[in-house]
């Protein structure tokens, strides 16, 4: 399916499962229909699984929203404190369409606690109290993080999936990977059917050097190293560094969302040679600045003491950019930060909707099924990659995610 055919599903009413493989372009086809909502004064929560997706759609995170919090159960007594939460019961009721994105870190119990919220505030016992419900997200990433041990469990799983009766949409088009050969390797994963052939290219990109690029942005499987290596590289740049403090504005709680899921730090420290990242798109016209996943180096500061970037495409000054909370057409929170972060390394989770030129990757500590093709598919060619280590669970996805795929694509 074509993005504009998605995006005239979504249009006509339906509850929808938006999704594709990663770079497919899941996110835009969300915000166009944001864009639709908003000039036909439909009221929509935009609302995401984690902090971090919320901030690429403006929206909060649905356990915020749906005045939930970090509860893993709801009782009688909770409902009827939401109830008497005059915020949340406000936006539940006034709400028309229900968006949440990255549905696959979402578990089952969440959904449900959703659902009851939904259908208590509306006093409508149909899915999520009859609002157009819209879950966007790709199974085959990263999965919900329980404290639970045994087997995955999804949302699909959940009683209101099943009954919400959701219609389809899988984009088939590629809008990050520019090399067939590459994208052929992650559709291999992806099938579970990784090939002689296709291992011994990945096998050939081990401490492979990328040409063009001193130091790529290295992808880790936990935190510990990627602080490490940011801290111990920015250190070793001799110069006066330049500090940058995120400004903000709004409820104290909304706020604090919006900094967990900003990929742009409170306190950013840059010198002349550093690494760094964009975490935002910026436009001029039909012509993209620059893009979420950009990567450059810090060449200097302009007179107005901003960072000048250059970048493979040539040097751009960075400007403050905005993330913020919006509600009933009204910003409730904003934080203000250069749209930048250090980045000779970043976790494999945070990289989840990142588009990235190049990358170093260390997949030889992956604990999870489908972490390989989360970190593989961040880069856009073969050639942009380097892998530092890889281990056979890396080129593994979830058996249960490949039959639902299966059952989803034939419907």
Not at 8 to 32: C, E, M, Y
Not at 93 to 104: H, M, N
Not at 136 to 150: A, I, K, M, N, Y
Not at 341 to 367: N, P, R, V, Y
Request: proline share 3%.
């Amino acid at each position: 399916m074509t993005q504009l055919e998605a995006l005239d599903i979504l249009k006509s009413g339906k509850n929808v499962f938006l999704t594709g493989p990663a770079g497919s372009g899941k996110t835009f086809v969300l915000n166009q229909f944001a864009e639709y909502l908003k000039k036909n004064y439909i009221r929509a929560a935009i609302t995401a699984s984690t902090g971090i997706a919320a901030t690429h759609l403006g929206g909060l995170t649905i356990h915020s929203w749906a005045g939930i919090g970090i509860k893993e159960n709801l009782t009688r007594y909770d409902i009827e404190a939401i109830l008497r939460n005059d915020k949340v019961y406000s936006r539940i009721e006034r709400a028309q369409v229900l968006i949440i994105d990255e549905i696959s870190m979402l578990s089952p119990n969440v959904l449900e606690m959703v659902n009851s919220v939904c259908q208590s505030v509306r006093k409508n016992l149909q899915p999520f109290g009859g609002l157009q419900f819209v879950a966007c997200g790709d199974f085959f990433q990263l999965p919900p993080v329980t404290r639970e041990s045994g087997e995955k469990k999804f949302a699909f799983d959940s009683a209101a999936w099943q009954k919400a009766d959701l219609t389809i949409c899988y984009l088939e088009e590629q809008h990050r990977q520019e090399d067939d050969e590459f994208l052929k390797i992650l559709n291999e994963i992806r099938g579970d059917k990784v090939s002689l052939d296709s291992r011994e290219k990945l096998n050939g990109r081990l401490q492979k050097k990328i040409e063009g690029w001193d130091k790529p942005t290295k992808l880790y499987t936990h935190n510990f190293d990627v602080d490490r290596i940011n801290k111990q590289e920015l250190n070793r740049i001799v110069g006066k560094p330049k500090t940058y403090d995120m400004s903000a504005k709004g409820a104290k709680n909304l706020v604090e969302n919006l900094k967990r899921g900003c990929l742009a730090p409170e306190e950013l420290v840059l010198k002349i040679g550093a690494i760094v990242m964009f975490v935002r798109n910026k436009f001029s016209g039909n012509t993209t600045i620059y893009a979420n996943g950009t990567m450059g180096k810090v060449v200097g500061f302009s007179g107005t003491n901003m960072p000048i970037i250059q970048t493979k495409n040539g040097r751009v000054e960075a400007e403050r950019a905005s993330w913020t909370i919006e509600d009933g057409g009204g910003i409730r929170a904003e934080i203000i930060q250069l749209p930048l972060k250090l980045a000779w390394a970043i976790t494999i989770h945070k990289s989840q909707g990142l588009s990235m030129d190049c990358a170093e990757i260390d997949l030889s500590s992956c604990f999870e099924p489908g972490m390989g093709y989360v970190a593989l598919s961040r880069v856009r060619t073969l050639d942009g990659l380097k892998l530092l280590g890889i281990n056979e669970l890396s080129l593994k996805v979830s058996e249960r995610i490949l039959e639902f795929d299966k059952a989803i694509r034939k419907r």
